[in-house]
């Protein structure tokens, strides 16, 4: 708010006050008063005049500047009422009344759709676990059958349990500080957990999986990094080479992290997509062909690192291997507290 803005908007005002002032020392003078007198009232109207309109002008203007700098400091702009003070002008409080109505009305409509979205969390959570029992039970049942049970059946399942734990994880994601235990762990016992959930696709396709210096000591919440490693891996499962597929774990100690490497001889990703992998529902020309993709694995992937304050590259050659590394900082992983 300028000078020069607040005069414009008082145009008409000033021009009523200078046309009242011609017409009052006109009639002073038409009454022979004095031009001592007449000098003097001019004078007082002009500075009590001007002085009301400075008084104004600051107090507006004070508040005014208040309220945007407020708006553009917080990161919810809707809690603006509570670090401003309600204005003593009348015009500043009649926005101030208006912005306390709309705040209270935003504020509810927030808490309704908050309440719906934990309601329908809450579903989807409940859903998956009973949806959990079912799958263990055909797991078992193909487990002790395994001479009648089809091989296709075995994958069906085990991609429809992969599914299923994204969703879980997915609707987890907004919220997954809540549920971290971060604390010192095996990453060798993590990637064998990994290795198991992945053992029939690794052993029917033949897949040679290898680890290097993988028994070292990481800062992470183990369950989190084990969804976040099955994406991987499943990954490399899924656009594997026909023939002589080879996925490789390793793990190098930097000055100040440690970086777990995972190298696959795949299918490798397109240049033009990979600054995109970890876009939501992002598929790629390889998620278009073959075994479809939903584009949602990486993209949780990527969500759950930032979270965990772990941070994730990716590089690809097509044809010819992709390789992603993740980063454990040894004195940054209570990051994900803030």
């Not at 109505?101 to 009973?130: A, G, V």
């Not at 009648?148 to 997954?176: C, G, M, P, S, W």
């Not at 990527?302 to 044809?319: F, Q, T, Y």
């Amino acid at each position: 708010m300028s000078w020069k803005s607040f005069l414009k908007d008082k145009l008409f005002f000033l021009f009523l006050f200078f046309f009242f002032l011609i017409i009052l020392i006109l009639l002073l003078r038409a009454f022979h008063v004095s031009k001592e007198l007449i000098y003097a009232l001019f004078i007082l109207s002009l500075g009590f005049f001007f002085l009301s309109y400075f008084y104004e002008f600051y107090r507006k203007k004070s508040f005014y500047q208040q309220l945007f700098f407020q708006i553009k400091e917080l990161d919810q702009s809707y809690f603006i009422l509570e670090v401003i003070q309600e204005p003593s002008f009348l015009e500043g409080k009649l926005l101030y009344e208006a912005l306390y109505d709309i705040n209270k009305s935003m504020i509810e409509n927030i808490k309704k759709y908050e309440l719906q979205t934990k309601d329908f969390q809450e579903y989807i959570e409940m859903w998956i676990h009973e949806i959990k029992i079912p799958l263990a039970s055909l797991e078992l049942l193909i487990h002790n059958q395994k001479e009648i049970i089809h091989k296709k059946i075995k994958k069906q399942l085990t991609k429809i349990e992969n599914d299923v734990e994204k969703v879980l994880y997915y609707t987890r994601q907004e919220f997954a500080e809540n549920d971290f235990f971060i604390k010192e762990n095996n990453l060798e016992q993590i990637v064998k957990v990994v290795a198991l959930k992945n053992k029939d696709s690794l052993l029917e396709y033949k897949i040679d999986f290898s680890t290097k210096y993988l028994n070292v000591k990481i800062n992470t919440d183990s369950k989190w990094l084990i969804f976040i490693l099955n994406q991987i891996i499943n990954n490399s499962i899924k656009y594997r080479k026909e023939v002589n597929s080879k996925i490789t774990l390793s793990f190098e100690q930097e000055k100040n992290r440690g970086c777990l490497i995972i190298l696959d001889n795949g299918k490798g990703i397109p240049k033009q997509d990979l600054n995109r992998v970890f876009q939501k529902t992002f598929t790629g020309e390889n998620g278009r062909v073959g075994e479809k993709s939903t584009g949602m694995g990486l993209y949780i992937v990527k969500k759950l690192c930032d979270k965990l304050g772990h941070e994730i590259k990716i590089s690809s050659k097509e044809n010819q291997f992709t390789e992603v590394r993740i980063y454990f900082y040894q004195n940054h992983y209570y990051d994900v507290l803030k």
